[in-house]
């Protein structure tokens, strides 16, 4: 369906560009910093600089068999040349550069990786603090078990986030600036809704948005203070088209789309103003606000045309659609936070959070169908005219109180309570005024209160372990659709041991959920309480007895069970009955690494997933639903590095991914990815490794 | 779009006042040095940076016992602090947490005459550290948050003396690879003990299997750190995540398109946030659902769907069937339509 040969080979290239320009750039930079920039390799300086860097690029092979689609969703490693993990760092001995005196460049990923980034951090302590990160991620979705795989992806998202602090260690002022962009492009499959069936449509999704945000926080008066102002522009050209006969997913009826093309872009603009203040009064009262008041814009103006046929057999001739939109959401977010050290062991602590928006949406739609009957004779054209508004408004607020203690070295606890209060609104209306005119008023409105509870431990049996706990207990706020509030039950624990080569893990959480409805069936009487239990138990444990052997490992247990009453038709009949769904995974993973000989490094893993799902649960009528998803999955890895000399390792490895599930048809995968590839490293201890 | 040109002079002018504020405070002269903190506490870490002298005799004083110490702390930015216009008259490097060293050089046997880390709990330790660092927007609730809380301190995850990092080994191809002394990566930047999200993972295992479940965001991989979704320093929101854009939750940072609004919006995406459907870390499920099918996630919340259901037209919305098994097949603008209220386009 997709073609990627020439998008894959024009990737690396230009990512080995990328990576010429970058190792180009760098030594630039080592030039223009020092008077004498001869670099000797041998005790790892550059000028006053000391260069500790590794890199790696190599070659990885792809031997696949099974579905390419289901491998390319989850994996989506290609064969060709990949840049793995990089490092270049430069520091000041003596603490002073002229331009910085820290670099970092940090690199993974990029050529037939999937997902790929760069980060480069820069700094001048007492002058400035830069810090940018580019992302470039890959996404593929093609599978046979999400939207009748209708909804299928190829695109890239190029993700971009660069901030300046400067005078990051004045305690009296310093100065934020950043910027940040996203853009996501490329092509797949969408649906649409149309004559009472639905059609998988081509589409070339298209959006970007571009920030901005400038601030400066300090100390004033006493108090720690911040002020940050941002703005962003986002907009949405995706563009969505059927060009060749489409019979659509519903083989009841008649409808087909010949053609169809819709551009829908959607210009949003939002801007934002965020306040902080903070003070530790006298070494006992501590008291932090935040404020935050935003304003984001959107106007949106769709153009459809379709032809083919409706669901009684006529032709349609021309179907367009005409919608216009605005919409403009203000929000006023404000939290404050105070804890007072009553002793040097025991504090009490408030947290109140205020979050208001209101929405306001309204849309002018408007259709006009041209058609002929089943036999080619004109019908009455038909022209709709509708529009609708939409006011919503949501206020809520939240405090917690807790106390905490810390009786000794060896035992805290802390208590708590916290109250929500909500107030939730929906009003506007659906009108039109072709071919008639109607009004339907639109109102929802609830407000309801929750209340929890939640209490916790840390125990230090020994200077080596220690153990932690919490428990809540409560309501939590739920949507408009379903006003009653969740009813949950959450308990962790966590115990760490960390004796001097050994660490062991062990945590566990519960969580009890049940979601009410307030509708009912008129006909039925039941309330509706969808009630999900959800476990899971983990472990690991990891053991670096000396520098040249280590050993890992650990099982992690998940398991949900949701079972939700609903109501089917069964026949012509409604008719109760439920829908349930499990969740039983296990996963395991066991690593290690040693360094059997000062030449030879050797790693494994290995790591595997297994979800049993329902197991033997069967349904025992068409109305009691049974959902899961088993699945196995085991990836394998193994990896030696060879020394060839100081600076150089040769390094070969081999990945297995094994997947399974019981989806029909198959979409069973099995990959095998060996590699190889050149690691150099820099820097004075570079033989040390 | 009037009240934008107003937020916009709005931050323009805060920020004018603001710095006109300060300079007329004095603050810009003070970078140079001009004014000092007062007051030390000798048998307390100091709240604030204390004044040099008297008691205090630098740091060198202190390599010639604590040779290893003094070395990796030399490189760090506690140490660069002294050449920093606004803190030269302030004490800085070893002083500055543990005390005024001079009655522990002439008396190096008693334990009582400097300021020890040992034995103390990582509240304790954590308040020396947030008498310089609480003020800053992303510290400022560590006080109130699940680490502190569970007495996690930021000496469990920041080396303040600069740790030495291992020696390189092989490592996974696919995540990435442990911190060492030649794979400093970000551990270097933010004195960490490991880079993240090694250092996450060590306690929050459980993440690890959710990472690498089949759909997950690329933390493993490097792409995206933990700290990019979540302040570990703890913060107003739940989970202690970050806020995306302005008063956006986390997700709508990189996910744009779902940041709206829209006409008619979908009300979890604002009042619960997205992982009420999808689980950030990972899933076996596509698009990192919650749930194997779209339907079962949906009736969670709508299962008197069918109540809608008119007489006798027993197959719309029949759950048993293929065709409804996915809503989004109809409901495909489902975090929010600016064309239709039923989110069909």
Not at chain 1, 19 to 36: E, R
Request: proline share 4%; hydrophobic share 30%.
């Amino acid at each position: 369906m997709f073609a990627h040969t020439d998008k894959n080979k024009k990737f690396w290239r230009s990512s080995l560009l990328l990576l010429a320009a970058l190792v180009l750039g760098l030594t630039g930079t080592v030039y223009s910093q020092t008077p004498t920039p001869t670099p000797d390799p041998h005790d790892g300086m550059v000028g006053s600089y000391r260069v500790t860097a590794t890199t790696e690029i190599g070659y990885r092979w792809r031997s696949l068999t099974g579905s390419l689609e289901k491998y390319r969703s989850d994996l989506n490693y290609k064969a060709g040349i990949r840049s793995f993990d990089t490092n270049f760092l430069m520091e000041t001995e003596s603490g002073k550069g002229k331009l910085f005196d820290t670099l970092l460049v940090s690199n993974s990923g990029w050529g037939s990786d999937p997902n790929g980034f760069v980060r480069v951090n820069m700094e001048k302590t007492g002058y400035y603090d830069f810090t940018s990160t580019v992302r470039q991620i890959t996404y593929f979705n093609n599978l046979i078990n999400h939207v009748l795989n209708e909804h299928t992806q190829d695109t890239k998202n190029t993700l971009g986030d660069f901030d300046l602090k400067i005078l990051p260690q004045n305690e009296l002022i310093r100065f934020n600036l950043g910027g940040s962009f996203t853009h996501y492009k490329g092509t797949g499959l969408w649906t649409t809704r149309a004559y009472s069936d639905e059609f998988p449509v081509n589409a070339d999704f298209n959006n970007r948005s571009n920030d901005m945000r400038v601030g400066a926080e300090g100390t004033l008066f006493g108090f720690d203070w911040g002020v940050t102002g941002g703005f962003r522009n986002f907009n949405e050209r995706s563009h969505y088209f059927i060009t060749t006969l489409n019979p659509g997913n519903n083989p009841a009826n008649f409808a087909v789309i010949n053609t169809l093309d819709r551009t829908f872009p959607v210009n949003g603009q939002s801007d934002f103003t965020q306040g902080t203040l903070h003070r530790m009064f006298g070494d006992r009262f501590d008291f932090t606000g935040k404020i935050i008041y935003a304003v984001t814009n959107t106007t949106s103006n769709m153009f459809e045309l379709i032809t083919g046929r409706d669901n009684s057999n006529n032709f349609v001739d021309s179907d367009t659609f005409t919608i216009s939109g605005q919409a403009k959401r203000i929000q006023t977010r404000g939290d404050l936070g105070a804890t007072w050290n009553v002793t040097d062991n025991f504090r009490i602590s408030n947290t109140f959070s205020f979050d208001q928006f209101a929405i306001n949406g309204a849309g002018a739609f408007d259709e006009a169908l041209f058609r002929r009957n089943a036999i080619g004779n004109p019908l009455a054209n038909s022209f709709t005219r509708t529009a609708g508004l939409r006011v919503d408004k949501y206020r809520r607020i939240t405090n917690t109180i807790e106390a905490d203690e810390q009786i000794n070295n060896k035992i805290g606890f802390h208590i708590g309570y916290r109250f929500t209060h909500r107030n939730s609104t929906i009003t506007g209306f659906d009108a039109q005024s072709l071919p008639t005119v109607t009004n339907t008023p639109i109102s929802e409105s609830e407000v309801n209160s929750t209340h929890s509870v939640l209490a916790g431990m840390k125990i230090k049996p020994t200077k080596f372990w220690a153990i932690f706990w919490d428990i809540e207990h409560g309501q939590a706020d739920n949507v408009f659709t379903r006003n009653e509030n969740y009813k949950y039950t959450n308990f962790r624990v966590r115990s760490n041991v960390n004796v001097k080569d050994l660490t062991f893990n062990v945590s566990g959480a519960i969580r009890n959920n049940e979601n009410p409805s307030n509708d009912f069936i008129t006909s039925l009487t039941i309330d509706y309480v969808t009630s999900i239990r959800s476990r899971f138990f983990s472990t690991s444990a990891e053991w670096n007895p000396r520098s040249r052997f280590s050993l890992g490992g650990g099982y992690t247990m998940r398991y949900i069970t949701s079972h939700t009453p609903i109501i089917l038709p069964v026949g012509s009949v409604q008719t109760q009955g439920t829908s349930d769904y499990f969740v039983r995974d296990h996963f395991v993973y066991i690593d290690g690494s040693v360094k059997p000989f000062s030449r030879l490094s050797l790693y494994g893993s290995y790591r595997f997933d297994r979800d049993k799902g329902q197991g033997s649960r069967v349904s025992s009528a068409i109305q009691f639903l049974i959902g899961s998803y088993p699945m196995d999955f085991t990836t394998p890895e193994f990896r030696a590095a060879f020394r060839i000399n100081r600076y150089v390792d040769w390094d070969f490895g081999y990945q297995f991914y094994d997947y399974k599930d019981i989806q029909t048809p198959t979409q069973n995968y099995r990959a095998h990815l060996p590699y190889t590839s050149i690691r150099i490293y820099f820097g004075k201890d570079a033989g040390a490794r | 779009m009037a009240s934008i040109t107003l937020i916009k002079a709005g931050v323009v002018s805060a920020f004018a006042i603001s710095l006109i504020g300060l300079g007329a405070a004095g603050a810009f002269t003070t970078v140079h040095g001009d004014r000092v903190d007062e007051g030390v506490n000798a048998t307390a870490p100091p709240a604030a940076a204390p004044t040099p002298g008297g008691d205090y005799v630098g740091s060198e004083a202190c390599q010639a016992c604590h040779e290893d110490q003094f070395k990796n702390f030399a490189s760090t930015k506690h140490a660069k602090l002294a050449e920093v216009h606004s803190w030269k008259d302030k004490v800085v490097g070893c002083e500055q947490c543990h005390g005024p060293g001079k009655a522990h050089m002439e008396d190096a046997t008693d334990p009582t005459k400097i300021i020890s880390f040992k034995g103390k709990n990582s509240k304790e330790i954590s308040e020396t550290c947030l008498a310089c660092h609480a003020g800053k927007e992303n510290h400022n609730n560590f006080r109130r948050g699940e680490h502190w809380r569970n007495d996690v301190g930021c000496t469990d995850c920041h080396s303040p003396h600069g740790a030495p990092l291992g020696d390189s080994k092989a490592d996974s191809v696919s995540f990435i690879a442990e911190t060492t002394h030649q794979n400093a990566g970000m551990a270097s930047i933010a004195m960490l003990k490991q880079s993240e999200p090694q250092l996450c993972i060590s306690c929050h295992s459980e993440t690890k299997s959710q990472f690498t479940k089949p759909f997950h965001h690329k933390v493993l991989e490097g792409t995206m750190k933990c700290s990019d979704c979540h302040n570990p320093h703890g913060g107003f929101e739940n989970k202690q995540t970050r806020l995306g854009f302005g008063a956006d939750v986390a997700c709508i940072k990189c996910h744009a398109d779902k940041q709206g609004p829209f006409v008619f919006e979908h009300a979890p995406l604002k009042t619960e946030g997205c992982s009420a459907c999808h689980s950030p870390h990972g899933s076996a499920n596509p698009k990192m659902l919650n749930r194997s099918t779209v339907r079962q996630l949906c009736v969670e919340c709508h299962s008197v769907i069918t109540e809608q259901l008119a007489p006798g037209v027993p197959s719309f919305h029949n759950q048993a069937t293929v065709r409804f098994k996915d809503c989004t097949v109809c409901h495909s603008a489902i975090h929010g339509s600016n064309s239709n209220n039923r989110f069909f386009r």
